[in-house]
């Protein structure tokens, strides 16, 4: 049993990946432990985020949020956080990790591609620079 995940949250597919990492979560968690969701949002270039109104960028964050929020319900640990941050989200989810002291990292992987034998998916990068264990359902 773990007393502290972290739950790389992705919200494509209506959240359908995440809600079964969380089902997941529920089973490996101890009775006062607590989980994560972490959701990393894309950083939008500086010659985008001038032509995009700043409510339009704050809407789309509530929105995650609320995303989130729906997802979190689903989870049984004594504490649930929401974490979302922006930038490169390999580096993110292993910051968040190391924040929370989590002492697992749950996160989807899609099938790989040529494309993930020359970039790495981020799955891949976080297995490979993790410090605790990390477990990569598809």
């Not at 974490?83 to 490169?88: A, C, E, F, L, S």
């Not at 989810?93 to 697992?104: E, G, Q, R, T, V």
């Amino acid at each position: 049993m773990y007393k502290s995940i972290v739950i790389a949250a992705a919200l494509f597919n209506q959240g359908a990946t995440t809600r079964s990492l969380v089902e997941k979560a529920n089973k490996l968690i101890d009775r006062d432990g607590s989980i994560t969701l972490v959701h990393v949002l894309d950083e939008v270039p500086a010659y985008l985020s001038a032509a995009i109104a700043r409510e339009q960028l704050m809407a789309h964050r509530r929105a995650i949020r609320e995303q989130l929020e729906s997802l979190a319900s689903r989870a049984k640990a004594k504490n649930v956080d929401i974490d979302i941050r922006g930038g490169r989200p390999s580096e993110n989810i292993l910051a968040s990790a190391k924040d929370c002291n989590a002492d697992l990292i749950m996160i989807a992987s899609h099938k790989p591609g040529m494309s993930d034998f020359f970039i790495g998916s981020t799955a891949a990068r976080v297995v490979r620079h993790s410090q605790v264990s990390v477990l990569v359902t598809r």
